[in-house]
């Protein structure tokens, strides 16, 4: 009996401990003023394995090596020149600011040392007391609203999406710290490392669904795309000139694995099945453009049909039409 009090007394102090200290944080909004899901997507999150090995909160691959953050990310430099906002997680204090970086996709060694030293581009910083602090990064050049002392809610319009920085898509990238411990948002102060655990200790104020693997854009090109020209936001025609040398469908996703299976499908004007083909991936991409086509090119329109597969289950399929003139 004595021995039994006295566990259940260890639990519930145990138990206040760990709520206190994550209760004297506010839970944390989305620091972007988008739809996740359906106008903009997690990219990266935080890498919760100490070792090279980089391992999300969900055990998946959606990471890198010591990546400190939750990269929420947009369409293309067309969506940055619009303006998608960056929004405060939380209310706060801003600590510090730097903007003037230029917005460029950096996509080499090269590229990656002309922003050595402000590898976050354009940046925020927000104290949030009790040793919390947000950092928000890649904001578009010129955009940063907010200066150092000034007392913002959450909610607050810090700066518009950019890709300042090391930054090789347009994104936001949000760090949160506590005592200047990396805090992953996912999976709160209670659970600093490791994958798989309960997410009830999760900072958000809204359930975010976890999707490593999804479909980022489609379309038609005469010639391959690379990345980079994707996210800057070419190659969105919808009518290619018949001179063509090839018409290739494309697909852009994120987080695919080694072993997935691609079936690419080209449908011509008449209906006919031209390509028919799998594909399985030698390895594993964080982002990945695919392709494949034709060279025999006749007026109308064509259809191409993707899907990805993992195991015996659809991760996701996209069709897409383009008319040859
Ligand atoms: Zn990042």
Redesign the pocket.
């Known amino acids: 009996m004595i021995v039994l009090t006295s566990l259940v007394v260890t639990l519930v102090v145990g138990c206040v401990g760990s709520l206190s200290s994550q209760d004297s944080f506010p839970k944390l909004g989305i620091p972007i003023d988008c739809n996740v899901g359906k106008d903009c997507f997690i990219m990266?999150y935080v890498d919760r394995e100490p070792t090279p090995e980089a391992v999300d909160f969900g055990c998946g691959r959606q990471t890198y090596d010591e990546?400190?953050?939750?990269?929420f990310a947009i369409s293309d430099l067309k969506a940055v020149q619009e303006g998608v906002s960056v929004l405060a997680a939380a209310e706060g204090t801003v600590l510090r600011v730097r903007d003037g970086v230029p917005d460029e996709l950096i996509d080499s060694v090269e590229e990656r040392q002309t922003v050595a030293e402000r590898e976050c581009g354009n940046g925020i910083v927000i104290d949030h007391g009790k040793g919390w602090e947000t950092q928000y990064?890649h904001l578009r050049n010129g955009s940063v609203t907010v200066k150092p002392g000034m007392k913002i809610d959450k909610g607050t319009v810090l700066g518009m999406v950019g890709s300042s920085g090391l930054a090789s898509f347009p994104?936001v990238?949000l760090t949160v710290r506590h005592q200047q411990t990396v805090i992953d948002p996912f999976g709160g102060v209670a659970n600093t490392s490791g994958c798989d655990m309960d997410q009830k200790n999760s900072l958000w104020d809204e359930s975010l669904t976890y999707t490593p693997t999804g479909l980022i854009r489609a379309g038609f090109a005469a010639t391959p795309p690379t990345q980079t020209e994707l996210w800057s936001g070419k190659y969105k025609d919808t009518q290619l000139p018949k001179n063509i040398p090839a018409l290739l469908f494309w697909v852009h996703a994120y987080g695919v694995l080694q072993e997935d299976v691609e079936k690419w499908q080209l449908t011509s004007p008449t209906g006919e099945i031209v390509l028919n083909l799998e594909n399985i991936l030698d390895k594993s991409y964080r982002s990945w453009v695919g392709y494949s086509g034709t060279r025999k090119i006749m007026s109308g329109i064509w259809q191409g049909k993707y899907e990805l597969w993992r195991g015996n289950k659809l991760i996701f399929e996209i069709k897409r039409d383009v008319t040859v003139l």
């Not at 990546?67 to 990269?71: E, P, Y």
């Open positions: 990266h990546h400190k953050g939750t990269d990064c994104h990238h």
